[in-house]
Nanobody
Framework: QVQLVESGGGLVQPGGSLRLSCAASGSIFSINSMGWYRQAPGKQRELVAAITGGGLANYKDSVKGRFTISRDNAKNTVYLQMNSLKPEDTAVYYC??????????????WGQGTQVTVSS
């Protein structure tokens, strides 16, 4: 059994910053990529940023230069530092991990989601 637990969401004013964290735990053999997705009301879930085990990152164009994804492999944790937040960043943010369990099952796992609201 694998769990992804997110933290760090909240309400912030435009131009402010938030840092999201997501820790994976359970029967994990290895984690390949980890990432953050978001879903705004009435919209599809979209990839915000992802990072490989070796630290190679990619970002949605609209967040480049404002968001930074990082990970601590020893802690099975991924972070998303969000700066210069805009109202259009408002969404539920979901953590994702593509991993192999100790039973040699390869699968994608999701966190429960954390709300980020950017508003004055």
């Amino acid at each position: 059994q694998v769990q992804l637990v997110e933290s760090g969401g909240g309400l912030v004013q435009p131009g402010g910053s938030l840092r999201l964290s997501c820790a994976a735990s359970g029967s994990i053999f290895s984690i390949n990529s980890m990432g953050w997705y978001r879903q705004a009301p009435g919209k599809q879930r979209e990839l915000v940023a992802a990072i490989t085990g070796g630290g190679l990152a990619n970002y949605k164009d609209s967040v480049k230069g404002r968001f930074t994804i990082s990970r601590d492999n020893a802690k099975n944790t991924v972070y998303l530092q969000m700066n210069s937040l805009k109202p259009e960043d408002t969404a539920v943010y979901y953590c994702n991990a593509n991993l192999i369990t100790r039973d040699w099952v390869r699968n994608a796992y999701w966190g429960q989601g954390t709300q980020v609201t950017v508003s004055s």
